[in-house]
C-alpha cells in the first residue's frame, strides 16, 4: 500500500488532528472489509495521510521494550484486532494520559469481559529516549496499567530521530519537537485537536515537548482500520471511552 507521507510544514492547519477523506464510504454505508458501519461524518485530512475507515493498515515491526520482543502488524493480522493510540510519557498536561486511559479502560474490560486473549492494546511512544522500559514501567503502575498483560504493548522506536520518521511516514502522523533551554518558560502550543506538553528535561540539558496528533484507531483482524477517533484526548469533541470500548467489543465479536 503506497503511503502519503507528511512533507509539509507544521502549521495550524497541519497539525490539526483530523480524520481521512472517505470518499464513497461517506453516509453511512457498510463496507464489505469492515464490522461496523461507515461512521456518519469525518473531517478531512490536512497535509498527512492517517489511515481511517476501510482502510488498510501500514506494516510495523517496533520493540516492546518490556517483552523484550518484536512487535509487527502481522502478529495481529488474521488472528485478532488491535486498539492502537501514539504517545510520549513525560506529556504532562493530560492529553496522552487522555488517550492511554482510553486503551486501559479497554484492558480493564477485556480482563473482566473474558476477551483479553482476542484484542492487542499497543501504544506507540514517539519518545523513546525518554521512554525506556523502566520509565514506561513506572508510567503503567501510576496509571492502572498491566503491560505485563499478553495483550497490551507499549512500542519503541529506536530513537527519537526514527520515532519521527515512523510517525510521519508509516503511520501518517506530524509531529513537533520544541526545544527550549532550561531556563526559558517552555511554550505550551494548542492547535485544533492537538496540544503540546509542558516542558521536560531532557538528556541534552534543553527542555523539550512534542505538538502531535491525538488519534486512537481499532483495527480488525483483517488490518483494516474499523475506527479512528481524532481529538481523542478531548471528550467534548470526540466519542468517549465507552464508545470506543463498545466499538472494540462489537469488532472483538464478544457477545452482550
Not at 477523506?21 to 463496507?31: A, E, H, T
Not at 496499567?145 to 526514527?162: C, F, K, Q, S, V
Not at 471528550?235 to 471511552?241: C, F
Request: some cysteine; glycine content about 8%; charged content about 25%.
Amino acid at each position: 500500500m503506497e503511503r502519503r507521507t507528511y512533507l509539509g510544514s507544521l502549521g495550524t492547519v497541519g497539525i490539526t488532528s483530523a480524520a481521512g477523506c472517505l470518499g464513497d464510504l461517506l453516509g453511512g454505508d457498510s463496507n464489505p472489509d469492515t464490522i461496523l458501519e461507515s461512521p456518519e461524518e469525518e473531517a478531512q485530512h490536512a497535509d498527512y495521510s492517517y489511515d481511517t475507515y476501510g482502510e488498510e493498515f501500514p506494516s510495523f515491526s517496533l520493540t516492546d521494550p518490556i517483552a523484550e520482543e518484536t512487535v509487527s502488524r502481522d502478529d495481529f493480522v488474521g488472528e485478532r484486532p488491535f486498539v492502537i493510540t501514539y504517545f510520549y510519557g513525560s506529556c504532562p498536561d493530560g492529553m496522552c494520559d487522555a488517550l492511554l486511559q482510553h486503551l486501559a479502560r479497554i484492558q480493564e474490560d477485556a480482563i473482566e469481559s473474558g476477551y483479553e486473549d482476542k484484542v492487542g492494546l499497543l501504544a506507540v511512544t514517539f519518545d523513546p529516549d525518554r521512554d525506556t522500559a523502566d520509565a514506561l514501567r513506572a508510567y503503567s503502575t501510576e496509571r492502572g496499567i498491566d503491560p505485563d498483560a499478553g495483550h497490551w504493548h507499549y512500542l519503541r522506536p529506536e530513537d527519537n530521530e526514527t520515532a519521527k520518521t515512523v510517525l510521519n511516514e508509516t503511520f501518517g502522523l506530524p509531529l513537533r519537537r520544541n526545544e527550549e533551554s532550561s531556563n526559558n518558560e517552555s511554550t505550551n502550543e494548542t492547535a485544533a485537536g492537538n496540544e503540546s506538553g509542558n516542558e521536560s528535561s531532557g538528556a541534552d540539558g534543553l527542555e523539550y515537548t512534542f505538538t502531535h496528533s491525538a488519534l486512537v484507531q481499532i483495527v480488525n483482524e483483517r488490518g483494516i482500520v474499523e475506527r479512528a477517533y481524532p481529538t481523542a484526548s478531548r471528550q467534548r469533541d470526540a466519542v468517549n471511552t465507552q464508545v470506543m470500548v463498545e466499538d472494540t467489543r462489537t469488532v472483538v465479536g464478544v457477545d452482550e
